[in-house]
């Protein structure tokens, strides 16, 4: 039996991160919990760690898409937050976000990974931005490492 896996450490990784502005209160501890995870288990190097805002979910798929054209870039994270509370929006904002990000990751040949918070409440989504439920950009961060070493070691 031949079984591929692998760890989540890359030092050698250049990693790009694509954040929304809008609800950026909670963004910004996902940004925190994302590098905080790149750097301190992922052993990514600060320099090689690029960071890039957009207006909201809704814009997500277009940065990463670009972000992996540039063949620059080892993975791309996602972060955002959309939240229900009431807005029509959300629907359209969450379901094209991810939707958007999945056909970029499908597209193309680095790991894309998707840490949007889609949540019915302001609540809901500080738990998952580094409170008790943990940190969802944390945690995409990690996705993303192990799958840069997944793929590296199938091709082996
Ligand atoms: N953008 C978000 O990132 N989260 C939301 O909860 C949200 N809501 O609720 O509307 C939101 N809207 C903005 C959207 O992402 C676009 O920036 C906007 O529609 C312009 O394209």
Known sequence: ????????ATPEAKIAIVI??????????????AVDALKRIGQVKDENITVVWVPGAYELPLAARRLTNKKKYDAVIALGTVIRGGTAHFEFVAGEASSGIASVAMNSDIPVSFGVLTTENIEQAIERAGTKAGNKGAEAALTALEMINVLKAINA
């Open 20 to 33: 929304a502005r809008f609800n950026n209160f909670i963004n910004d501890s996902l940004l925190q919990g």
């Open 1 to 8: 039996m031949n079984i591929i896996e692998a760890p989540v």
